[in-house]
């Protein structure tokens, strides 16, 4: 088990079963990324296990609980989503010793061809309550590919890291990370360097921000000199460092097309 931020864990099947049967003075939440959400995978696992449990509720996509106002096929967002109707989105439980633990298990199979996107808003709110009330564990079998996808979708909005970063940050504290390349895939589409605030999908927008001048001035550090601060503060952009270099590109992209078309428009004239 390796701790990644305050009070937020990553760990495998055998640390989760470890918390879960004899507790823990650290953990008071976990999330369970395994094929199933059924807390018998652990007896299953390894006889002998047996971990109390007592449900809180089952949330299916357009059936009962959290999903159940939005139209099916669609997330609650009101997003396209790649999820059947019916199909469980996470089971909330408390478990192990005393029932002190909360458990929210989400059933994501370890395959490139899985899909993630529509399991991260709940798991991410799972962990940002979990970590405001007391500490999280975040575990799948290994504790390398799925775990690793779901703190690093956590990481990039928290902290408005990019994939490429969140990944590295991870790295840092738990250096055998390694989802696999269908899940990198996907969170890469939640990584908006580049696109204005009006560009980003409606259900990433929290990532969009207002800069503050503290913002700008590290983030235009390796602008060149002739580019001033000012030109850019009350705008929008996603908060990451590539975004003002990218914005900045774009602008004198769109100036050399425009000189070069006015030249070609002169030559024209009769």
Same mark, same amino acid.
């Given at each position: 088990?390796?701790?990644?931020?305050?009070?937020?864990?990553?760990?495998?099947?055998?640390?989760?079963? =470890?918390?879960?049967?004899?507790?823990?003075?650290?953990?008071? +939440?976990?999330?369970?990324?395994?094929?199933?959400?059924?807390?018998?995978?652990?007896?299953?696992?390894?006889?002998?296990?047996?971990?109390?449990?007592?449900?809180?509720?089952?949330?299916?996509?357009?059936?009962?609980?959290?999903?159940?106002?939005?139209?099916?096929? +669609?997330?609650?967002?009101?997003?396209?989503?790649?999820?059947?109707? =019916?199909?469980? @989105?996470?089971?909330?439980?408390?478990?192990?010793?005393?029932?002190?633990?909360?458990?929210?298990?989400?059933?994501?199979?370890?395959?490139?061809?899985?899909?993630?996107?529509?399991?991260?808003?709940?798991?991410?709110?799972?962990?940002?309550?979990?970590?405001?009330?007391?500490?999280?564990?975040?575990? #799948?079998?290994?504790?390398?590919?799925?775990?690793?996808?779901?703190?690093?979708?956590?990481?990039?909005?928290?902290?408005?890291?990019?994939?490429?970063?969140?990944?590295?940050?991870?790295? =840092?504290?738990?250096?055998?990370?390694?989802?696999?390349?269908?899940?990198?895939?996907? @969170?890469?589409?939640?990584?908006?360097? #580049?696109?204005?605030?009006?560009?980003?999908?409606?259900?990433?927008?929290?990532?969009?921000?207002?800069?503050?001048?503290?913002?700008?001035?590290?983030?235009?550090?390796?602008?060149?000199?002739?580019?001033?601060?000012?030109?850019?503060?009350? @705008?929008?952009?996603?908060?990451?460092?590539?975004?003002?270099?990218?914005?900045?590109?774009?602008?004198?992209? #769109?100036?050399?097309?425009?000189?070069?078309?006015?030249? @070609?428009?002169?030559?024209?004239?009769?």
């Amino acid at each position: 088990m390796h701790l990644i931020r305050e009070n937020l864990f990553i760990g495998n099947i055998g640390d989760a079963a =470890q918390v879960l049967q004899n507790g823990s003075s650290e953990i008071t +939440h976990i999330l369970s990324v395994l094929s199933s959400a059924s807390i018998s995978f652990f007896s299953e696992w390894r006889s002998g296990i047996t971990i109390p449990t007592e449900e809180i509720k089952k949330v299916f996509v357009g059936g009962s609980g959290d999903a159940a106002a939005a139209p099916e096929g +669609h997330s609650g967002d009101g997003s396209k989503s790649c999820l059947s109707p =019916q199909k469980l @989105l996470y089971l909330l439980e408390y478990a192990g010793k005393d029932l002190k633990l909360v458990r929210m298990a989400v059933p994501i199979r370890d395959m490139e061809s899985e899909n993630l996107l529509d399991y991260l808003d709940a798991c991410i709110d799972f962990i940002d309550r979990s970590r405001k009330e007391g500490s999280v564990l975040v575990h #799948c079998f290994a504790g390398v590919s799925r775990s690793a996808a779901i703190i690093m979708a956590y990481l990039m909005r928290a902290e408005q890291l990019s994939q490429e970063d969140a990944l590295e940050s991870l790295k =840092q504290s738990c250096e055998f990370v390694c989802p696999n390349d269908g899940f990198l895939e996907q @969170l890469r589409k939640l990584d908006y360097p #580049c696109l204005s605030a009006a560009q980003v999908p409606s259900r990433y927008q929290h990532r969009v921000v207002s800069l503050s001048a503290i913002a700008l001035n590290r983030i235009t550090r390796r602008l060149p000199a002739s580019v001033s601060n000012k030109n850019y503060i009350g @705008l929008e952009f996603p908060l990451h460092k590539k975004s003002m270099r990218c914005s900045y590109m774009d602008q004198q992209l #769109c100036k050399r097309k425009k000189k070069k078309n006015n030249e @070609l428009f002169k030559a024209l004239k009769f």
